[in-house]
């Protein structure tokens, strides 16, 4: 069975400049999430979608942070402008469901390092 | 704040020590325990986890958790290290009332042959 499959898997960028990242996830599985991992950090969630609906994203900085997922399966997190402090790994996870007892797989992650 | 504790940030052994890795969680009610490790250049992968039951729960490359509720404790355990144990170690903790997985900061684990 496929992972969860995120793209690209390396960037590096100048500040202000944007960035998209893309994730594909299990599939079966209706709720997606974005989490963002700090050098050093645990992960921390950044949005949570329930098929096509984002029914968490208090944690996304929505000035300069988008995210959509058209039809409910793949996802994009799009980030414009960027900044020195959002360099970080964004990680994707999926789950069946959101319901507490489900296990999350995470992808591979997106290494941002802006410059 | 809900939030989930590790103290131990970076671990050294050497091989045939044994590990225990500390993790505690500061949620009321029921909650849904994880640990998950990450492997230089890989990506997060599920080691062991409780949801309800047994409270000592075993899982991949024999590592073994203990979920102690009194002490809102996770704390992972394994007997006998191996060098290819080296990798970071995070717990993670989702409570029913908020369904947000929420992680730990992570314990760096380095075994030496």
């Known amino acids: 069975e496929a992972g969860v499959v995120q793209s690209p898997r390396y960037k590096i960028i100048e500040k202000k400049q944007p960035v998209a990242f893309w994730c594909n996830p299990i599939s079966g599985h209706n709720t997606l999430y974005w989490y963002r991992q700090n050098l050093g950090q645990g992960p921390e969630l950044l949005i949570r979608?329930?098929?096509?609906?984002?029914?968490?994203d208090s944690q996304l900085p929505k000035d300069r942070f988008s995210a959509e997922r058209l039809k409910g399966v793949d996802s994009t997190l799009k980030i414009q402008p960027a900044e020195l402090g959002d360099s970080a790994v964004y990680l994707c996870?999926?789950?069946?469901?959101?319901?507490?007892?489900?296990?999350?797989?995470f992808g591979e992650g997106s290494w941002l390092t802006v410059v | 704040a809900q939030s989930v504790s590790q103290h131990n940030h970076h671990v050294i052994l050497s091989e045939a020590a044994s590990l225990e890795l500390g993790c505690n969680y500061s949620?009321?009610?029921?909650?849904?325990l994880f640990w998950y490790v990450q492997y230089p250049g890989q990506h997060l992968q599920l080691l062991l986890k409780?949801?309800?039951?047994?409270?000592l729960v075993k899982g991949i490359k024999g590592f073994e958790a203990e979920f102690i509720k009194s002490k809102f404790s996770f704390n992972l355990r394994k007997p006998s290290v191996q060098w290819s144990d080296t990798a970071e170690y995070f717990c993670?903790?989702?409570?029913?009332?908020?369904?947000?997985?929420?992680f730990g900061t992570g314990t760096r684990l380095q075994v030496f042959p």
């Open positions: 993670a903790v989702i409570s029913y009332n908020t369904d947000k997985l929420i």
């Open positions: 979608y329930e098929n096509e609906e984002a029914v968490d």
């Open positions: 409780y949801f309800s039951g047994d409270p």
């Open positions: 949620y009321g009610g029921t909650v849904n």
């Open positions: 996870a999926s789950s069946e469901d959101s319901l507490s007892g489900n296990t999350i797989y």
